[in-house]
Each structure stands twice: as C-alpha cells, then as structure tokens.
C-alpha cells in the first residue's frame, strides 16, 4: 500500500480553506474513487488527471486508487484540485520524492495535454494559505503576478506537468512571475464635462464624501449618466485592506485581467436594467458566484433606468444595502460575499419622459404612479438623498469663463473630509459617515442640541420623514460640516441635509 499527501486551498465564497489531498494506492481492481465532497466538476478531474499524467509521459498507476479530500465535511468544487490530485498520485505511486513538495500548496486545472491552466480565486486561496502557515505556494503561470499580491508568500509558477515533475526531480526549475502587464489608462472622466447642474454636483460631492446613497431624477439629458459615471473620479483609492477585498471578488468571478495587480480605483459596476436577480445579487447553480453588487463592493452600483427593472429585483437590494453583505442560501450551505456598496440611480419621471419638462408630459397621473412605483418606498427609503435635474438649457452648454470645477480639485476635498470623520469614528471602525448607526448619533456625546435639529424633528412630527430618513439626515448633516471644515453640524446644515433627502419632486419621497 502507497500512501501520499499534498495541500491545495478550496473556497467557499470569499474565504479559503486548507485541504489536504491525500491519495492512497492498494491492490485491487484498477479504479480511482473521489472522496470528500467533490461536487461533478470536480469528479472529473479522474479522466482529466488520467489524460493529463499519461501526455507527460508519466506511467498511471493501474491501481485501486482513493483520493480523499480532507476535511471531508467542506463542499468542494472547482477544477483547481487537478495539479495537486496529479501531484499527489505520482507521489503515492513512488514516482516522485514527497520532499520537495511538502508544506506546498499547489493550484491549478489541468489540460488533457498536460498544460496547467489558470483557475479562479487564486488571491483568496493564497491568502488562505498564508493564514494557515503556508509560504510556499505553486500556481499556474497566468495567475503568477495575481499571488504575488498576498505579502508573505514565496510564488513560483508552473505552465506544464512535465514541468513540475521534473523540478520534484530536480532537473528542472520552476518559474518566476512575470511582471504586472499595465494596460493603458481608460479616457478620464471628469466632473468639468458636466455643464451646469450644480445641484447634482454638490449631491455628488456629498455622496462621495460621506459614502452615501444617490438617486438621481430627471428628464432625458439633463445629466443623470454623466453625474453617476464620475463619481469614482472624486473618490479616494482603496487602502491595502479594502483593495484585498475587491480583488479577491474580482478574481473569484473571473473578471480579473491576467497579470493584474491589487485593484486600487474604486469599482464601478452599470448592470443594463433587464439584468436577471442572480446577475445583480449572485447566485448560480452549485456555488453561488458574486454578482454586479459585490462586485461594486467599496466602490459605486449604478443602475440606470431604474424604473424600467423588475420589482422582484430591485427589493433584493434593500438587506444587502442594510447589512454590506449579500447572503446566498443554497441546498449545500450558504454563500456570503461582501457588499458594502454606493448605490446611485437614475430614472426619468414617467414613461414618455419629454426632454422639455413635466409640461410636455404625455402620460395619465395612474402611468405616472405605476412608472415610479418600480422604486418603493423601503427601498427609496434607503437611499439618502433625491435630487432633481431640471432641463439644460442653452446657456448650460455655452462655454463659460468660469469652467465647472474638475475632478482633480473637488477629490481633494472629499479626501480631507474623509479623512476628519475617519479619524472621528476611528475607534468604532467606522470609515464613513454613512456607516455610522442612527442611535449613535441621537445620543451624547454625538447628540446635536434640541435647537439646531428643531427642522428636522417637525419634518419626522408631520410624517414627511421616516425614522430611518432622520438618521440619514443626520449622517448627512455631518458629512456636510466635515466637508465645510466645522466640528460638529450646524442648523443651516440640517436644513440643507433635509433638501437634500427630500428632494424637490415630493412624487418620490416618503
């Protein structure tokens, strides 16, 4: 009886887990069974193994062979266990030394030829890894510079079987990650292409200062894309911990670019309006994948037209925008991927939507409601603000002396008030203002004076504001002071953070 073990890293969601892949070859009839949870893809690494062994010229061991993947209770899926089931076989078979290769993790899919392919969630397997002890880790060559992002580690790179079995062996080196391909910068977008809407300026400065949510009214070319598209121009980039997060979702759903580094621009995600609940939330069969929300996660989730989306769709967003997660329940357990979004979205005030205003509206007032009753109340509820764009006009789109304030200026002002109210909720681990619970900062030593909230307290009295709309007011008042250098919000503040919930089309508040 031959006996072998090497370590891979399987996934559930966005956490890694350290498998042990045994391989245990005995006298008998010649079989290979599967053991601990593989799911079908996974099940067919037994002829995927086979073809890959025997095209590298190795001998397969005609043998009764059991692989088992410990621990036996963890969900495995994937074809990111070939290389080290391949590995573990040759091993048991008295093929290879297990020196060399103990204390190794080894990923990778296998191709019948031989070739080791790239396979997703490379960073979060390599990172899992690393947690576990690990250092030493062996990917395939496409996903090289992806693990070189986990600090810590020792990457080398493997494109072949033959390859590897001949570094076991010592005839042959593995190899070296290349470095980083650097694509060529998309065409910027900045805050100067807007011509006129101050209004949907300031609540785009706002937004981004403070982490909140936007929504954005208006009739066909007032600006509601262009404002929404260049938000991520004014946010600061992501810092170490929060840039892990994005590029092991991004890896995890297999949009990664080869040869990419940490992703440090804040995600944008645009799903078109006919995007199907798993597209938008996740899910799947077998593993649920992220979807455009978790694939936004620390950066914005646009969602144009909103009001030509399905309901069902648009009231999955209303826990995940609560909690920062998405949870996905399926038959084998449950999938929860990080969702900490910026919501922004757009919509025309009714179907005909006329470029000219209300005035030239078409639509009967039971068209108008239905249109906007796509975007309900508890969803619209936690959105924190509503603003109106109104009709540009000819002088908007005149080149003025004074050109709009570009991007570059008005993120270096949403930088430093973040940077306040970070360092104000600092040791809570809150980053932004937006994140902050409600009953914080109804009580001391947060608390506003009775005076400076009378507005607000009248607006909750007379029904015109939620109670969750009073605590994002406030949220909004802070962020307000912050970006105008004050320590603590002042009644013109609250009255302007009030303008901004409401909204100036009382058709979509509360």
């Given at each position: 009886?031959?006996?072998?073990?090497?370590?891979?890293?399987?996934?559930?969601?966005?956490?890694?887990?350290?498998?042990?892949?045994?391989?245990?070859?005995?006298?008998?009839?010649?079989?290979?069974?599967?053991?601990?949870?593989?799911?079908?893809?996974?099940?067919?690494?037994?002829?995927?193994?086979?073809?890959?062994?025997?095209?590298?010229?190795?001998?397969?061991?005609?043998?009764?062979?059991?692989?088992?993947?410990?621990?036996?209770?963890?969900?495995?899926?994937?074809?990111?266990?070939?290389?080290?089931?391949?590995?573990?076989?040759?091993?048991?078979?008295?093929?290879l030394?297990?020196?060399?290769?103990?204390?190794?993790?080894?990923?990778?899919?296998?191709?019948?030829?031989?070739?080791?392919?790239?396979?997703?969630?490379?960073?979060?397997?390599?990172a899992?890894?690393?947690?576990?002890?690990?250092?030493r880790?062996?990917?395939?060559?496409?996903?090289?510079?992806?693990?070189?992002?986990?600090?810590?580690?020792?990457?080398?790179?493997?494109?072949?079987?033959?390859?590897l079995?001949?570094?076991?062996?010592?005839?042959?080196?593995?190899?070296?990650?290349?470095?980083a391909?650097t694509p060529?910068?998309?065409?910027?977008?900045?805050?100067?292409?807007?011509?006129?809407?101050?209004?949907?300026?300031?609540?785009?400065e706002?937004a981004?200062?403070?982490?909140?949510?936007?929504?954005?009214?208006?009739?066909?070319?007032?600006?509601?894309?262009?404002?929404?598209?260049?938000?991520?121009?004014?946010?600061p980039?992501?810092?170490?911990?929060?840039?892990?997060?994005?590029?092991?979702?991004?890896?995890?759903?297999?949009?990664?670019?080869?040869?990419?580094h940490?992703?440090?621009?804040?995600?944008?995600?645009?799903?078109?309006?006919?995007?199907?609940?798993?597209?938008?939330?996740?899910?799947?069969?077998?593993?649920?994948?992220?979807?455009?929300?978790?694939?936004?996660h620390?950066?914005?989730?646009?969602?144009?037209?909103?009001?030509?989306?399905?309901?069902?769709?648009?009231?999955?967003?209303?826990?995940?925008?609560?909690?920062?997660?998405?949870?996905?329940?399926?038959?084998?357990?449950?999938t929860?991927?990080p969702?900490?979004?910026?919501?922004?979205?757009?919509?025309?005030?009714?179907?005909?939507?006329?470029?000219?205003?209300?005035?030239?509206?078409?639509?009967s007032?039971?068209?108008r409601?239905?249109?906007?009753?796509?975007?309900?109340?508890?969803?619209?509820?936690?959105?924190?603000?509503?603003?109106?764009?109104?009709?540009?006009?000819?002088?908007?789109?005149?080149?003025?002396?004074?050109?709009?304030?570009?991007?570059?200026?008005?993120?270096?002002k949403?930088?430093q008030?973040?940077?306040?109210?970070?360092?104000?909720?600092?040791?809570?681990?809150?980053?932004?203002?937006?994140?902050?619970?409600?009953?914080?900062?109804?009580?001391?030593?947060?608390?506003?004076?009775?005076?400076?909230?009378?507005?607000?307290?009248?607006?909750?009295?007379?029904?015109?504001?939620?109670?969750?709309?009073?605590?994002?007011?406030?949220?909004?008042?802070?962020?307000?002071?912050?970006?105008?250098?004050?320590?603590?919000?002042?009644?013109?503040d609250?009255?302007?953070?009030?303008?901004?919930?409401?909204?100036e089309?009382?058709?979509?508040?509360?």
């Open positions: 009886m031959s006996y072998a073990r090497v370590l891979c890293v399987g996934l559930v969601g966005v956490t890694g887990h350290l498998v042990e892949v045994e391989a245990d070859l005995a006298a008998g009839l010649p079989a290979v069974m599967l053991t601990g949870l593989p799911d079908a893809s996974l099940n067919e690494a037994r002829d995927r193994v086979r073809a890959a062994i025997v095209n590298s010229g190795q001998d397969w061991p005609n043998r009764r062979i059991t692989v088992n993947l410990l621990p036996a209770d963890l969900h495995k899926h994937g074809s990111s266990f070939d290389l080290a089931i391949a590995t573990a076989l040759l091993t048991g078979a008295g093929d030394p297990p020196g060399p290769l103990r204390e190794v993790v080894l990923l990778g899919e296998l191709g019948l030829d031989g070739t080791v392919r790239p396979v997703r969630g490379v960073l979060p397997m390599v899992a890894a690393v947690r576990a002890g690990v250092t880790v062996i990917v395939p060559v496409e996903n090289a510079c992806e693990a070189t992002v986990v600090p810590g580690v020792t990457v080398r790179a493997v494109d072949t079987l033959r390859r079995v001949e570094f076991v062996r010592g005839q042959e080196l593995l190899l070296d990650p290349l470095p391909a060529p910068p998309p065409p910027p977008l900045d805050l100067a292409d807007v011509a006129g809407q101050l209004m949907g300026r300031l609540g785009l706002v981004a200062a403070g982490g909140h949510h936007l929504a954005l009214f208006g009739a066909p070319g007032a600006g509601k894309t262009m404002l929404a598209e260049r938000l991520p121009s004014i946010l980039e992501l810092d170490d911990e929060a840039a892990l997060e994005v590029t092991a979702l991004h890896s995890i759903a297999g949009v990664l670019p080869p040869g990419s940490l992703i440090r621009r804040p995600p944008f995600q645009a799903p078109h309006h006919s995007a199907s609940l798993a597209s938008l939330i996740g899910g799947g069969s077998g593993l649920a994948r992220p979807g455009a929300m978790s694939l936004a620390r950066g914005v989730l646009f969602l144009d037209e909103v009001s030509e989306m399905s309901g069902r769709t648009l009231q999955a967003l209303r826990e995940p925008l609560e909690t920062g997660q998405v949870v996905l329940a399926r038959l084998h357990g449950t929860e991927y969702a900490r979004v910026q919501l922004v979205v757009a919509a025309n005030p009714c179907p005909c939507a006329s470029p000219a205003g209300d005035q030239y509206c078409t639509c007032p039971h068209v409601r239905r249109y906007r009753a796509k975007l309900s109340g508890p969803l619209l509820d936690r959105i924190d603000m509503r603003i109106t764009l109104r009709p540009m006009r000819a002088a908007d789109l005149v080149p003025a002396d004074d050109p709009a304030t570009p991007s570059a200026v008005v993120a270096t949403v930088s008030a973040r940077k306040v109210a970070e360092e104000r909720w600092a040791a809570n681990g809150w980053r932004v203002n937006a994140e902050v619970p409600g009953p914080v900062l109804r009580k001391p030593p947060w608390q506003l004076p009775l005076k400076e909230t009378t507005d607000l307290r009248r607006a909750l009295d007379l029904g015109l504001l939620s109670a969750r709309g009073f605590d994002r007011v406030l949220r909004l008042a802070w962020t307000l002071a912050d970006l105008d250098g004050r320590s603590r919000p002042e009644r013109a609250i009255g302007e953070a009030i303008q901004l919930r409401m909204g089309s009382h058709e979509w508040t509360e």
